[in-house]
């Protein structure tokens, strides 16, 4: 989360003068508003890129390119803020600007052309769907690291992959700009009240909100078109978002209706075990009961048959032997509650550890009988 974009309002005073070309040079005649831009650093340094390893469907796939050190340099040194000279652009206007700016800088071209060749091959090789190659950059992106930063403006991309982390912002742009140039409709989704960004990929249907678009979270692993119940540090996302689209693409994200069902399971069985561990603690404590009861019966039979009372002994002996067969029905009854919690705990936790895989987990789940 950040608090706002930086910008630079310049509100300048000047007196006119009628000389010939008296206005020449001033920024804001040719331009309202200056966004970033990447000038490239020939010599400039950066750091090891990391080698972005992480589970999609039932493999690992490794992501390794090396950047132009001098465009890194050029984008870390850039100021990132927009220089507004004409107030009365509207905030949604300028924002989007600068997120554009940041995303479709020229200077990154051989990054991103890069980048997206590693997932072509990864996409050609295994024959993707277009449902699947978008979940491919989802979770490539939703993979990296997330941490807050307090910078105020999101960085470059570029950036990002070389310093191996990201704010929700800086991880939304790097995957939004992905899915724009490979086409599909896309937008950055943009919460103000709660200072959260999240992506938007075309959907059918009325998508997030009445958007139109299946939301992405990408600060975690998480299933394309499932919002999360909360952010980091408790925050829930109550207002509309801002719809900024980016790109003219035209391919959807068609398997929502499945990621909807994989969600609802892990909710049902969530909400299963929750009543289950309820009832099984209920048994649990019902036997202890019981069986201190038998004990505490069983010992007083033993002294009465030491004490050489046998009649008095095999008088106790049916109602002792009927609270047995009692305290093993309901010993059969926990058992029965006990391997129902641990086939339903067994699908929720597979469901929860695989939102890397939709298509593996759907077909799991289909796969099963009647839980």
Not at 228 to 247: A, D, F, K, M, Y
Request: aromatic share 10%; with cysteine; glycine share 8%.
């Amino acid at each position: 989360m950040r608090p706002t974009l930086a910008i630079a309002l310049l509100c300048l005073l000047f007196a006119a003068i009628s000389a010939p070309g008296c206005l020449e040079g001033l920024p804001w005649i040719g331009a309202p508003v200056v966004y970033p831009k990447i000038v490239p650093v020939e010599g400039g340094t950066m750091p090891v890129p990391p080698v972005y390893t992480f589970p999609f469907q039932d493999r690992v796939v490794t992501v390794n390119i090396q950047p132009d050190a001098a465009v890194y340099s050029g984008a870390k040194a850039a100021d990132r803020s927009a220089r507004i000279y004409d107030q009365s652009i509207p905030d949604e206007e300028w924002r989007a600007g600068i997120y554009r700016a940041l995303m479709s800088d020229p200077s990154q071209e051989g990054f991103f052309s890069a980048l997206v060749s590693r997932f072509h091959h990864e996409r050609d090789a295994y024959r993707m769907d277009q449902d699947e190659y978008a979940e491919l950059l989802a979770v490539f992106v939703q993979s990296i690291p997330y941490e807050s930063q307090d910078e105020t403006s999101p960085r470059f991309p570029v950036e990002m992959y070389v310093e191996g982390i990201g704010d929700c912002d800086d991880k939304s742009l790097l995957l939004a700009a992905l899915l724009g140039r490979e086409g599909y409709r896309t937008a950055l989704l943009y919460f103000e009240p709660e200072r959260h960004m999240a992506v938007g990929v075309g959907c059918p249907g009325p998508g997030y909100q009445g958007t139109g678009f299946a939301y992405i979270e990408t600060t975690n692993v998480s299933l394309l078109g499932i919002p999360p119940r909360e952010l980091s540090g408790g925050t829930t996302l109550s207002s509309l978002p801002e719809v900024i689209p980016i790109g003219d693409g035209s391919l959807c994200y068609t398997r929502c209706s499945e990621t909807e069902e994989l969600w609802k399971a892990v909710e049902e069985t969530g909400r299963q075990i929750a009543l289950l561990e309820a009832d099984i603690r209920i048994r649990e404590s019902a036997l202890m009961e019981k069986r201190d009861q038998l004990d505490a019966e069983k010992a007083s039979m033993d002294r009465m048959r030491s004490h050489g009372n046998l009649v008095g002994y095999n008088m106790r002996v049916p109602a002792y032997n009927a609270q047995v067969e009692e305290y093993n029905k309901m010993r059969s009854g926990l058992m029965e509650v006990v391997e129902r919690f641990n086939h339903i705990a067994g699908i929720h936790n597979y469901l929860v550890a695989h939102p890397h895989d939709r298509k593996g987990a759907y077909a799991w789940l289909s796969a099963l009988p009647e839980w």
